[in-house]
């Protein structure tokens, strides 16, 4: 209640004018108790679009950026809050929008607490759906491996969160993005491989999931089509309905194409591969064996 007493009496507006105040006034002690508010107001997610509205997501980064360890981690939180549920060009609105990404993937240390680290996979969730240019800025931030790691653990939501994230960096990324269609392909080749119900959650991150698992397993460079092939593989093996879905569209000829070539040496491991999957196929009787 007191915080919408707040809310409503424009306390973001006036905190806001406070980060932009004379930086010889603006001790890194000061940053910190702003940072500690922030952290208070964006508890409640019905509160954030009005923190949003008022300047708030624009005023936590420079918090998140300098000061105190602290004062730091907890602006950090605060935008993780805010980058979960908000459109992040309206919560940061033009260049900042970059700058929110590494505070976020700090976030995803292991010595951060469990809602910091879920948060913070949220709001990268959140970020990596937006442009190419984004998920370029967390792959350079390295934040892939963190986020692979979490893509295990045994907490259940940390690890729904991991793996949506996981799903945009390698599902969302257009053909310009070998480096990361790399990185991330390969992470969702290991997961997929490891945790079968994980298949299914693949499909729900994109209406056009199968149009780009096509896609890589075309790919030019033979790494990433390898990768596509295996998560081709392990969706067939996870579950029957998704391997009859594979079967029925264009992914079956591409397999076939792929499993058909004269023996390559450069090209070993994605032709047998993409034999593999054929004879999966065959397993559960959705194509007969060539006569």
């Known amino acids: 209640m007191r915080v919408k007493r707040l809310l409503k009496a424009g306390v973001i507006s006036a905190l806001a004018c406070m980060v932009k105040a004379d930086s010889a006034i603006l001790t890194d002690q000061t940053k910190e108790l702003l940072a500690r508010v922030f952290l208070a107001l964006c508890d409640n997610p019905k509160d954030r679009g009005t923190i949003v509205a008022q300047g708030g997501g624009k005023a936590l980064v420079p918090l998140a950026l300098e000061g ?9 939180h605060a935008l993780a809050k805010i980058a979960a549920v908000s459109n992040p060009d309206m919560a940061f609105p033009g260049e900042r929008v970059y700058e929110v990404v590494r505070p976020l993937v700090s976030l995803l240390d292991t010595q951060r607490d469990g809602l910091q680290n879920y948060e ?3 709001g990268l969730t959140n970020l990596s759906g937006r442009s190419e240019k984004l998920r370029q800025k ?7 491996p963190d986020i692979e790691n979490y893509m295990f653990e045994n907490h259940d939501q940390l690890r729904q969160a991991a793996t949506e994230c996981m799903c945009n960096m390698v599902l969302l990324c257009g053909e310009d993005d070998e480096k990361v269609q790399n990185a991330a392909a390969g992470a969702l080749a290991m997961l997929t491989a490891a945790q079968q119900k994980l298949c299914l959650k693949m499909t729900q991150v994109t209406t056009q999931w199968l149009e780009i698992l096509q896609r890589l397993c075309l ?6 089509q390898h990768r596509g092939l295996v998560i081709a593989y392990n969706l067939l093996a996870a579950d029957a309905e998704l391997a009859k879905t594979l079967v029925e569209s264009e992914l079956l000829e591409i397999l076939t194409v792929v499993g058909k070539q004269e023996p390559d040496e450069k090209k070993a491991a994605v032709i047998q591969t993409a034999r593999e999957c054929l004879v999966k196929c065959m397993d559960y009787g959705f194509i007969k064996p060539a006569s």
């Open 219 to 224: 790919h030019d460079q033979l790494c990433i």
């Open 68 to 76: 105190t360890d602290v004062g730091k981690v907890k602006a950090a």
């Open 120 to 122: 913070a996979l949220l």
């Open 138 to 144: 967390i792959f350079k931030e390295r934040a892939l």
